[in-house]
């Protein structure tokens, strides 16, 4: 009798182990999703505010809210941007860099749709990682070469930099991501890099 309650204890704890094991890896791999994305959403942020060097409009309200003339003729672009958003274009290029090494380790492979529906994250990012990693090299050397620019005060290698990175990220996310109305409603032409001004910038 004895050895039959073992056996029955044991089998119970067979059974609730893996799917304790499971349930634990589950949580986990949400929880990276929900940090890539937090990731993602940052990058773009900033990635907005960099096309500001390249975009013709000029804003009449600075970060805190105060009225401000802008003089672009008197000013640097690098001027104008930290008077519009409170923030160097450097410091917004050096974030999406270290954005981007960070995410790149946040694709396990318990963190594709098989595992989580809510993720936009495509499978073929897993089934295919090698390209994945190829386009993802991309864009970080795309964002590197854009502090560079900034940091050597490079005013046009800055342009051709956030074109080209915003096509990098533009060029991951047609292969790698869904894309739905209100992504491109929200993002604009950023992701896909389709900027007006890009299309004058020689490379």
Request: proline residues 4%; negative net charge.
């Amino acid at each position: 009798m004895r050895y039959l309650c073992l056996f029955a204890l044991a089998l119970v704890l067979a059974a609730t182990v893996p799917e304790t094991a499971t349930a634990q890896t589950a949580a986990s791999g949400s929880e990276t999703i929900d940090l890539r994305r937090e990731s993602m959403a940052a990058m773009w942020q900033r990635l907005d505010r960099l096309s500001a060097l390249i975009t013709e409009s000029r804003a009449d309200v600075s970060a805190t809210g105060e009225q401000i003339i802008v003089q672009p003729e008197q000013m640097s672009p690098t001027e104008v941007y930290a008077l519009v958003h409170g923030t160097e274009p450097s410091t917004d290029a050096r974030d999406i860099a270290d954005l981007l090494d960070h995410v790149r380790t946040l694709w396990p492979s318990n963190t594709n749709r098989g595992w989580h529906g809510a993720t936009r994250a495509e499978p073929v990012i897993w089934v295919l990682p090698g390209v994945f990693q190829r386009y993802f090299d991309d864009t970080i050397n795309a964002s590197v070469s854009l502090v560079e620019a900034l940091s050597s005060d490079d005013g046009p290698a800055a342009q051709r930099s956030v074109c080209e990175l915003s096509r990098t990220c533009g060029r991951c996310h047609s292969i790698f991501r869904r894309v739905t109305h209100g992504d491109l409603k929200v993002e604009g032409n950023g992701w896909t890099g389709n900027y007006a001004a890009c299309r004058g910038i020689t490379f």
